[in-house]
Structure formats: structure tokens, C-alpha cells
């Protein structure tokens, strides 16, 4: 058979030693606003693009009539700035989509299955709107629930964040479209977001904000990654050479295309010399600086032919998906799955009792102005147009089916308290502020909308007996907590939103949802509170790798709901654990196995979740890391065992000092919980060293990190023996003699022998310990 791989290598090499400079510029640049440059003369045909990360965007006059990119800035604005209160405005410039549960809905049904079908179901629209590649998914960890677009964010852990992300590409890229995996990286606030320099730490880049998507790129290969707007510890991360081809393609071994946010490059040059392929959307200027650095040799010919093929390839993959039949579905199926995700993502964060609704609650009072209104996504290039939109006040008209009666009334008047006080049920549909923020702009306040604390407030001290539903984009407060008896947060769900919620309140759907972020009490305890949203154009990211749950376990905090919490209709037990092995290496794996029992009377699912506890030696750690979870479904009394397969490098820390991922020998415990905060099995586990647990010896390392240190040591006491003629034992009561010394380990010795250590011997020391080191490690 003919080899098809080596034959298309062949006409890629063909194709570039024809094409002019000039060529390479287009297919290097966007054409328009949505697609790249077709270039008939060697039958390369253009890709069609879009946003977003929850639903297919696809612009009419800005796709299908060619709009052209950097000659009508307001058309790129009006996107960018569209409020979802508004989406109807753009019925008839927009091609209607499935509006599925937005990235902070969906990461909380801790399902890989579950989210690679919404893949599924977003690469089968993109398809039958002749879409190429879709623009997400989006996993910026949600550092601070201000963030404007966590709402299209998975997580605030790095592994949930991963994981799920790798399903959806997956999910997408199986149906022949490809995937825009963004926004690489820290971009984690809408503040300044286009010149807001990120300061972010090597060790929590690598654990925390990179992590989830070197995970998800390993797993899933998605054939774009999407640089961000933000700078990042200086550079603009679109032209940052250590991010783009240091991490990305050196460390990561990434093959495909980086794309640029939108005008997100401001030197083309530099861009494609760090590893920007691709300059989206259409710049006749940076297309111009491009070509004129190519022309004047400022950029070798050499990249730019390494980022064509890049190009090329993808182009090829997107010609192949096109070539497959167009998937046939039905709006009206797209809506029912949409449906099951909205329910699967909703959290039940309390019930004492209320819900679901039974047959003795007779008199049912609905509040809120959102049982008819609902929000169900949040604002910006995301922001898609919904083929229909469930009403929730219809939709529990339905569900209930007349066995109940149903008073309306949209805001806590007098009449309405005296109603509240002889209801059977007070359900009470909330939601934030969508007004303002969004993409270009945070949040200013945790707090609903305006009124709907007060209105809680006022209905659950006229009741006891009061449920409250709440979309948001992201956490919030709640003052009143303690005075209701239920509370649903379904945060931006998507059109189906009414439905889910009336299935879940009525016990049709058993909630399954754990949140996949903290809940606060208040603004003033989340981790990045202090540092937040920077100054002088400087976001400096203090609360280095504790980020959520690890910084309020960390600093002993009490949230208001803990990471990885929701409840259910039902209950579960957990049981049995076992670990394969009692240690661990750096290369090792294991698995970690217990079983689940449902011991109440409705069927459910429930996300159990695995935390790594070591103390960290060297190298500070968070009190506890998720590392893996699984989310089985059982029937009553039903139980199932639980595999989870923990590897070594997924219990790793990065060591800025060497720049590598490393294990320290530690006691560690494996706990398996319901949530981060409700532990229910522990197991022992050793962590086998990979790495010393001293610091590579300097000039000026004080004597109190020197003496631990037995290769050190004897080197040095080595060196005093010859140098001093004493014996070792001497020399070695030399060294504890400086240990209370503050000065480094050369300085202290110097001056307590009275003796002066020649600069290149120092140095040879130095270079001998430390070579020393390395060998021991090397057999660890």
C-alpha cells in the first residue's frame, strides 16, 4: 500500500518551495474575521472558524459575507461586547445553536462521558453549519469568582480542568472538526485584560495554571492551542518564546497550530519567531510587518516554513472532517441532551428536608422575576443564540401537572410575605447581575442581583419553608444561608435551564453535581483577594500554588461550601480501600480501589473524589490535591468497587532550582472523600524520593542548609582535612561549630578558622558537591 503520510509530506515540501512570500503571509493570516486565506493556485482551501466554548457562534454577514478583519472594528467590538440579555437582537444575524450549560455549569458533573458527549454534540452543529474549527473549550483556572469569563472556565483545580477539557476535544475532534484549546495562558481576569502583566511564579505556572492544559494536550491532541491577550511575567504571551516553544512544543511535544486571540498579537515578527503560527483575524498591517521582516531576512525563511506546514496539516485535517456526511439531528434532540447536562451540573448545595416536592405540599409560591426570564449563559464572543429557551415557571407547570397549586409573584411585597407565611413551598428563582460583567469586564461584587438578597432575606423570615434556585456565573454570597431550607445553584445552564431545574426540584433527576470551585462566605477570603486586580498594569498571582480549596485549607479557613461539595436525593457509603502498593516512585503507578454503597431509596450517582496529604520537605505543598475522582451511578443498595490509577508523576512538584518534576521522600496519606471537606477513607502511602532533600550547594548557602546535607559535608570535611591537616572527625566539629552562623557556609568558615579559601577552590567545591548530588539522584 502507499505510504499516504510520506506522500502528503511530499506535496506539503512541493507546495512551499512554489509559494511566493507573499503566499506564506496569507496563509500565515486570517482572511476576514472568521476564516484563513484560501490560495486556489495550489488548492488550498480556506478554514471556517468560530466561537465558543458552549455553543456554536456562527455570525452570518461576518462569515458567510466575507467581513474583512482590521477595516471594521466595530463588528469585532459588537461580538466581544454583546450582553446575552441581548442575544434575541441578533436573531437575525446569527444562525441559531444549541446554548449547552456554560463551562462553570458542566464542570460540575465530574463526568468525562457526560462532557464527551457535549463534544459529540457541539462537532455534529459545527458540521451541519460547515464550521472547521470551533474556538474552546476554555479552561483558565477560576482563581477569583470575579473573573468575567469564568463562566465558560471548567474549574479552579487543575486536574478536574484537565480532564474534562480532554473529553470535550475529544468529543469535538471525532466528528472531523477541530478544537481551539485557550487561553494560553493566565489569562484569569478581565481586568486590563489586553495589557494586564500576570506575575505568576515558575512552580505554580507548572502545578496550577498550566497544568490543566498540558493534561488535557497529552490526552486529547487538539489541533489548535489559543494564546492569550494577558503578558505574562513581562512578554506578551502571544510572543513568548519560553511559553510557545520552551512549554508548549519542547516540554509538552506539542505538533499542531498556536493560534492568536483576536488581535491579540502586536508584533507579528516576534509572534512567529516564539511559535505564533497563526494571526487571527486579518491585520493588513501586521500582515505587512510580517512580510518585510521575511523579505529583510529579520525572520528566516526556515520558521516561517516550519509554521506553514503546521498550517498545511491542519488544513488537511479539516479537509478530511469536511469530506464525512453531515450529521442529521433534530433541534429538538440537541435540546433534550442539553437538558440532561443542565440537570447533571446543577448543584444541590443544601436541603434540609425541602426538596424534591411532595404530594402534601399543596400550595407552592414562586418568587423572582427569573422564573420567567431566566439567565442561562453569560456575555461575549461565547454568547450563543438559542434554538429555544425553556421558560421555568412553564416548565414546573408541567412537571407538577396540576397536582399542585402554583401562586406567581415577582418581588417581596407585603401581599407576597403573607403569602409566603400559609405556603406549603417558597421557591425563589435568582441570579446575579448580568448587566456588566462578562467578557471585557469582572465582576464587581459576589453578591445577586439588585433586591434579591433582601428578597431572600425578607421571604425566609416569613417562612421556613423557602427553596432558592440561583444562576451565576461563578460563586456568591449568601447572607441569608442560615434562614432557608434549600438552595439549587444551577449557574449558567444553558436554554434547557427551566426544564433541569423543574426535573430536579420535583425529584424526576436525583441531583449529582458537586461544585468544581469554593464558595466563599465572603469576598474578603478568597486566596487572591489581597492581590487582586493588580496595579500599574502588574497582577502579581501571590498566593502562589494555593489556589481554591488548597489555600482555605491551608489558612484554616471555613467556606461556605467546600470544594467538591453537593447533595443528593439519597445517600452513600464508602468502604473498603485498598492501595496496590504501600509506596510510590516517580515512574510507578498504582491503583487505588474502595467501594461505594447506596444505602438510601432513589437511584444516584455520586463523584467520589481521591486527595493526595504529604508534607512537603523542600518544596512547600498545599495540605491536600485532588488527584483523581470517578462518579459512578447505583441503584438502591446497590455497591460498586472504584478503581482510580494514581501515577507517580501526577503526585509531582515542580522544582524551579531544576527545573524539573520531582517526588520528595515523604509519609503521605490517600484520602477518598465526598468532597474536599468530608473525608470518609485513609490510606498510607510512601512517596519514594527522586531528588535529594538538600539544596545544590553555593557560595553563600548558610551552614544550617549546609549540614543536613551528607554529600556536602563530607566534601567540605574532605577539602579541611587536606587544607588544614586535622582529621576528619575535626573537621567535621569545624563544620557544626558555624551552625548557628547566619553568614553563608565559605564566609562562616573562614571566619571561625581564620583562614582565607581561594575563590577557584570555592568554586571547585562547589562543583563537586553539586555533581556529586546529581550522581546520587541519578540513582534514586
Known sequence: MPNTAASADLQIESVLASMSNEEKVDLLSGFGMWKTAGIPAYGIKPIVMTDGTYGVRYSIPQIDGDERGGMDIDAFLSVVNQRASDVAVAWGEMKPATCFPNGSAMGNCWDEALMLRLGELLGKECRAMGVHLLLGPGINIRRTPLAGRSYEYYSEDPFVTGKLSAAVIEGIQSQGVGTSLKHFACNNSEVERTTMDSIVEERALREIYLKGFEIAIKQSKPWTIMSSYNRLNGVQASEDPWLLNEVLRGDWGYEGVVVSDWHGIKDRPTSLISGGDLDMPESPRRKADLLAALNAGSVSSDIVDLSCRRMLDLIELCNEGASAPVPVYTAEQHHAEARAMAAASMVLAKNEGLLPIRSDMKTILVVGRDAATPVIQGSGCATTTPTMVDQPLEELEKALDGHHTIIVRAEADAETLELAAKADLVLVYTSTEGAYDGEGSDRTTLALGPGQDEMIAALAAASEKVAVVIACPDAVEMPWIDAVGAVLVTFYSGQA????????????????????????????????????????????????IHVGYRAYDLREIEPLFAFG???????????DLTLSASEIGLHDEISVGFTITNTGERAGAEVAQLYLQAPGKRLKRSPQELKGFAKPMLQPGESKRVEIVIKGTDLAVWDPALGRWVLEGV???????????????????????????FRRLA??????????????????????????????????????????????????????????????????????????????????
Not at 739 to 746: A, E, L, P, Q, V
Open 565 to 575: 461539595h453537593g447533595l443528593s436525593f439519597t445517600t452513600f457509603a464508602y468502604s
Open 699 to 780: 557560595y553563600d548557602t548558610q551552614p544550617a542548609y549546609v549540614l543536613p546535607n551528607v554529600i556536602a559535608c563530607e566534601r567540605i570535611c574532605a577539602y579541611l582535612t587536606t587544607r588544614c591537616g586535622i582529621s576528619a572527625e575535626d573537621a567535621m566539629r569545624m563544620l557544626n561549630h558555624c551552625s548557628n552562623s547566619f553568614y553563608g557556609i565559605f564566609t562562616s568558615l573562614e571566619r571561625r578558622l581564620r583562614l582565607s579559601i581561594p575563590e577557584t577552590e570555592v568554586a571547585g567545591l562547589i562543583a563537586d558537591v553539586n555533581a556529586a548530588m546529581d550522581a546520587a539522584e541519578a540513582e534514586l
Open 497 to 544: 435551564m427551566g426544564g433541569a431545574v423543574a426535573d430536579l426540584v420535583t425529584g424526576k433527576v436525583n441531583p449529582s453535581a458537586k461544585l468544581s470551585v469554593t464558595f466563599p462566605k465572603r469576598l474578603t477570603d478568597v486566596p487572591g483577594f489581597m492581590h487582586y486586580p493588580g496595579e500599574n498594569g502588574r497582577h502579581i498571582y501571590g498566593e502562589r
Open 667 to 693: 509519609d503521605a496519606r490517600i484520602v477518598v472523600g465526598a468532597s474536599s471537606r468530608d473525608p470518609r477513607l485513609v490510606g498510607d502511602l510512601t512517596l519514594k524520593p527522586s531528588v535529594l532533600p
